[in-house]
């Protein structure tokens, strides 16, 4: 009986932190590109952080790498003298989310209705910074996006999500101002995408004693 009660103890344990690896593929919208996003796929790779205020919120912070190309013989806009353009860039993104499940999250008695799957919906805020033709351009990045996670076992969670990254910079592609006409924020043209699984580990137990709210 004892034994038993331990077991549903374990099970029923709740963490507060998540860590893991993200790879997957990127894709860009911009000068250079402004229809199909995946013309040029290039690589993503990096790390997350989350900590889990509960079933239902989150709060991540990533730090992925981030390749980029694009070629304008792949579009139909004329630039000005007929030039043409092609970039690939590397960028270094860093960023922190807040993560809405569309259920709750997790494993425990019945009774609480835990899934060991969920959707959920992120939005956020980062900085960029992009490596283009040697030269290092810094700006800030606003991250949109799904997902959904999957609970393998207990502590470790698979998870894929697809945000589309507005760059406020306009120069992830090393490209501006080609029509002579200052960028803002309503004329940049610069997105890119991640689309990545992850795979992370829990730790650091939230309850420690019976009874016991954090």
Not at 118 to 142: C, D, H, Q, R, S
Not at 163 to 174: A, N
Request: hydrophobic share 40%; with cysteine; glycine share 12%.
């Amino acid at each position: 009986m004892l034994l038993a009660s331990a077991l549903m103890a374990v099970s029923a344990q709740d963490y507060r932190y998540e860590v893991g690896p993200a790879l997957g593929v990127t894709g860009y919208l911009g000068d250079v590109n402004n229809s199909n996003m995946y013309k040029m796929p290039r690589v993503a790779g990096g790390g997350l952080f989350r900590y889990n205020l509960n079933t239902r919120f989150a709060v991540k912070g990533n730090l992925f790498y981030v390749g980029l190309a694009g070629d304008s013989k792949n579009i139909d806009s004329q630039f000005p003298n007929g030039e043409q353009y092609k970039f690939s860039s590397h960028v270094i993104d860093l960023g922190a989310q807040f993560e809405f499940n569309f259920f709750h999250f997790g494993e425990g008695a019945k009774y609480k209705n835990y899934k060991r799957f969920t959707p959920y919906i992120l939005a956020g805020i980062g900085a960029e910074m992009a490596i283009v033709g040697g030269k290092f351009n810094m700006g800030m990045v606003l991250p949109l996006g799904v997902g959904m996670k999957f609970r393998l076992k207990p502590r470790l969670n698979l998870g894929f999500e697809f945000t589309m990254r507005k760059s406020f910079s306009d120069k992830v592609d090393g490209i501006t101002d080609l029509y002579g006409y200052k960028h803002g924020i309503a004329k940049n043209t610069d997105w890119y995408s991640v689309a990545a699984f992850t795979i992370t580990y829990e730790f650091s137990k939230r309850c420690v004693k019976c009874h016991y709210i954090e």
